[in-house]
């Protein structure tokens, strides 16, 4: 039905269809049979935001980057759906073997896979797949198995291999660079296996490499994007809390913020600072102001690392 839908042209046409009077609603509908209505639902294409969307092109991560309850978990579960359905049921999708990665088991099997915007919710009932509790699994009616696994557990990524990949809250995980590392390795997979990748933004070198990447793309919103589906008064009260806050930048606007506030030496001013040619230094010294009082309002530390060249000819640097 998803293919009988698209042909029609009901893609993303929830803006439309939402802002357009009743007359117009009713028409639409009445157009619809009845195997159409009850698709319709679940036509991701057609609800979707922009930033919920795969951009088109040719990439191997993409990268949902936004605001607490922007829709990313949505769009992780909608993308999964997307590569293990076929036209029908039963019929074969573009991928077979996923990997679902997140923190925890916990927090893969209940945000992941059971949550409300999760791959379960997101699936009607002749699509829906079965959760093979002892095995860590999820078995589509076509064949295709999502198996969970967890930053806590790099190794356990050594051995299976993928044709595709959702990663939830990488920007988080304690063992980020050596749990990406060996789903690398993993998704090996038919002719181009992919990663969805879905993150509020923190400050961490696994994210800001994987965004530096060429084969990486990005989408991107804030909080605010998915306002129609966040209760009011939740709206307000972060608004009223953290609104112009660097904490409301990264867990609202979904904003990668690169340096510690009131920084003293920014990214910016140590990369200008750099030299390419550094002489041989003869002396070095560490000098450290340590904090006289412990505890949350203590002293802050000073430290300074000084190298010098105190013997020969000067050299140009």
């Not at 296996?193 to 990447?213: D, F, M, Q, Y």
């Not at 030299?275 to 340590?290: A, N, T």
Request: with cysteine.
């Amino acid at each position: 039905m998803r293919s009988t839908l698209t042909g029609r042209g009901l893609t993303s046409g929830a803006n439309w269809i939402g802002s357009a009077d009743v007359a117009v609603q009713d028409r639409f509908l009445s157009e619809l049979d009845e195997g159409e209505l009850m698709a319709l639902p679940f036509l991701f294409e057609f609800w979707a935001m922009p930033h919920q969307l795969p951009p088109k092109g040719d990439w191997r991560s993409w990268v949902i980057m936004g605001g607490r309850g922007a829709g990313k978990t949505r769009a992780g579960a909608e993308w999964v759906r997307a590569q293990v359905e076929g036209a029908r049921p039963l019929d074969a999708g573009r991928c077979r073997r996923v990997a679902l990665v997140g923190e925890t088991i916990e927090q893969v099997r209940e945000v992941m896979i059971f949550g409300d915007s999760g791959i379960l919710a997101c699936s009607p009932a002749d699509r829906r797949p079965d959760w093979e509790a002892t095995r860590k699994r999820l078995v589509w009616p076509n064949g295709a198995v999502a198996t969970v696994h967890t930053a806590h557990d790099p190794e356990g990524l050594r051995g299976p291999q993928f044709d595709a990949a959702w990663v939830d809250e990488l920007a988080k995980w304690k063992k980020a660079e050596e749990t990406w590392d060996q789903l690398q390795f993993a998704l090996r997979l038919g002719d181009d296996p992919r990663v969805c990748v879905t993150t509020t933004p923190r400050n961490v070198g696994v994210l800001k490499k994987l965004l530096a990447s060429p084969s990486t793309v990005t989408t991107h919103a804030p909080t605010e994007a998915n306002a129609a589906n966040l209760a009011g008064s939740f709206l307000e009260e972060v608004r009223a809390r953290y609104r112009g806050t660097r904490l409301g930048r990264q867990e609202l606007d979904g904003v990668l913020l690169a340096d510690a506030e009131g920084a003293l030496w920014t990214s910016e001013r140590i990369e200008a600072g750099r030299v390419r040619d550094v002489p041989l230094l003869d002396r070095i010294v560490v000098g450290l102001d340590p904090a006289t009082t412990a505890g949350a309002g203590s002293d802050e530390c000073g430290i300074v690392v000084v190298g010098a060249q105190t013997q020969g000819p000067p050299q140009d640097w």
